[in-house]
């Protein structure tokens, strides 16, 4: 016979309202057991205990007491500015319970669809929406700062463009057209990733080099298929050129690309899992997948989730409805 459950009586004679606070309970204390914080004020205490003036930049402000969910209040010396030790991020005036987050940035790091992830985090789909571009608000400069290095693999990859501005509704047209949307990808021997938008259709050389230029260090050598634009691109970065003619029949060009061939790949399926994005946000979309990439790379150091929230809660950023 099965053990009784000793707690079943006592959830069952439970109201509404005292049933939900032990939930919330519950979910802040499984959060505080696995990740080491529980609250906004015990995360913010954790990774944010000196942040610097939201509006001058100063730094080491006065501590001016606490507001009603414990987070550690501040005065700036210099402007005179008050902010608590969230303004200025991305989790600022969220009024769910920080589990509630880490539970839907754990959705995010699978790739799990908006509905899927606001019904299972119990918001709405509206607050799902908003709550994806909030993270990418926080990540969208990381791959600004990557450059890669020694032996670097570059391709394009392709996907359509939805926008009505672009023939959405009308028949596909083949090849690459104006229809499409140029992804330039590029991959180092490090397996550090990069993916950036380069507009409609095939890219120019200058289309190229400007956007894959600043992530490449100088004497880099640059392995790629015989694409004319990618010259331009070895010449600006003063690399050396190993290129090969793009033939899926040949199988020294599918071992030597194989690492940026699976790259577009993988890209690909995952922007698959986000049918109906606005194109204006796909570049949003490839800077989390690049984070990810990365986040999981270093999984033996930083549990994923929680470095996650750590970044949210470091890094100075703002979500624009806009967006």
Request: proline share 3%; aromatic share 10%.
């Amino acid at each position: 016979m099965p053990k009784k459950n000793a707690c079943a009586a006592r959830v069952a004679a439970m109201t509404d309202d005292e049933f939900t606070e032990l939930a919330a309970a519950v979910d802040e204390r499984r959060c505080r057991d696995e990740y080491g914080f529980g609250t906004y004020a015990e995360a913010a205490a954790l990774y944010r205990p000196d942040p610097a003036c939201p509006s001058c930049g100063a730094a080491e402000p006065s501590r001016d007491g606490w507001s009603e969910s414990g987070l550690q209040r501040y005065r700036c010396e210099s402007c005179g500015t008050r902010f608590n030790s969230l303004t200025g991020t991305v989790l600022e005036h969220c009024r769910k319970e920080l589990a509630t987050w880490v539970g839907f940035v754990n959705l995010m790091r699978f790739n799990v669809p908006l509905d899927a992830a606001a019904e299972t985090c119990r918001v709405t789909h509206q607050t799902a929406w908003e709550w994806r571009h909030r993270i990418f608000a926080a990540v969208d400069g990381c791959q600004e700062r990557i450059v890669l290095k020694d032996r670097v693999w570059i391709d394009e990859t392709y996907v359509n463009d939805t926008d009505l501005a672009h023939g959405y509704g009308e028949a596909r047209k083949r090849g690459l057209s104006k229809q499409k949307l140029c992804i330039a990808v590029a991959i180092d021997v490090h397996k550090n990733p990069v993916a950036v938008v380069c507009g409609h259709g095939k890219p120019s050389a200058k289309r190229i080099r400007d956007g894959l230029q600043s992530h490449i260090a100088e004497g880099s050598t640059i392995v790629g298929d015989k694409e004319k634009s990618h010259d331009s691109l070895v010449r600006a970065v003063k690399g050396t050129h190993e290129a090969y003619r793009a033939d899926v029949g040949d199988p020294v060009y599918l071992e030597r690309m194989s690492l940026v061939n699976n790259l577009c790949s993988w890209l690909k399926r995952y922007l698959w899992r986000f049918t109906g994005m606005d194109p204006k946000n796909l570049q949003s979309y490839l800077n989390w997948y690049v984070y990810l990439f990365r986040v999981n790379q270093a999984r033996d150091r930083w549990p994923e989730t929680e470095r996650v929230v750590r970044h949210l809660l470091m890094t100075d950023a703002r979500f624009h409805s806009s967006t």
